[in-house]
């Protein structure tokens, strides 16, 4: 069996909420690069990927701001990653 993992960037902590970005891997070796994006999300929502037979392995901490750094920009927070198994 080998892995391949997706990371997904969610606009909420919600899984039914829109991917804004994303990362793919393929432990398999059956694609080269065995890391890269694209133009467009493998998946409109989170959910949509467990629908595919994704797993859920991690989500990320929800942590609020500090006082006074509300709307700064930084990283992604909502980052969610998934996995699959398949035959080599």
Same mark, same amino acid.
């Given at each position: 069996?080998?892995?391949?993992?997706?990371?997904?960037?969610?606009? $909420?902590?919600? #899984? %039914?909420?829109?991917?804004? +970005? *994303?990362?793919?891997?393929?432990?398999?070796?059956?694609?080269? @690069?065995t890391a890269g994006d694209s133009d467009?999300?493998?998946? $409109?929502?989170? #959910? %949509?990927?467990?629908?595919? +037979? *994704?797993?859920?392995?991690?989500?990320?901490?929800?942590?609020? @701001?500090?006082?006074?750094?509300?709307?700064?920009?930084?990283?992604?927070?909502?980052?969610?990653?998934?996995?699959?198994?398949?035959?080599?």
């Amino acid at each position: 069996m080998r892995q391949r993992v997706l990371v997904l960037y969610l606009t $909420t902590s919600a #899984l %039914d909420s829109k991917v804004v +970005g *994303w990362s793919r891997y393929d432990g398999t070796g059956r694609t080269t @690069p065995t890391a890269g994006d694209s133009d467009e999300p493998p998946y $409109t929502t989170g #959910l %949509d990927a467990l629908l595919d +037979g *994704w797993r859920l392995i991690q989500a990320s901490q929800l942590l609020p @701001p500090s006082p006074g750094h509300e709307y700064d920009v930084s990283f992604l927070k909502h980052e969610f990653f998934f996995e699959q198994l398949v035959d080599a």
